[in-house]
């Protein structure tokens, strides 16, 4: 049997959702070890100039914690 824990994350990408969910996922794993899944909870567009200029996610991350 194992136990999780969650955490919540966010994270922003000047390229596109997928790009701030990966950005997020990579920053996570540098800190928390046994990263198993993530929820996005949110999507956010940030737009200047009639132009998205920023995309961002808050992110549910999973993580199993060792014996």
Known sequence: ????R????????TKS???A????IARATETLRGVSGAW???????VRDNKITQWQVNM????????
């Open 1 to 4: 049997m194992s136990v999780a």
């Open 40 to 46: 996005v909870k949110e999507h956010k567009v940030s």
């Open 60 to 67: 549910m991350v999973t993580f199993v914690l060792e014996d």
């Open 21 to 24: 969910v990966a950005t997020g």
């Open 6 to 13: 969650v955490t919540e994350i966010s994270a922003t990408s």
């Open 17 to 19: 959702f997928e790009d």
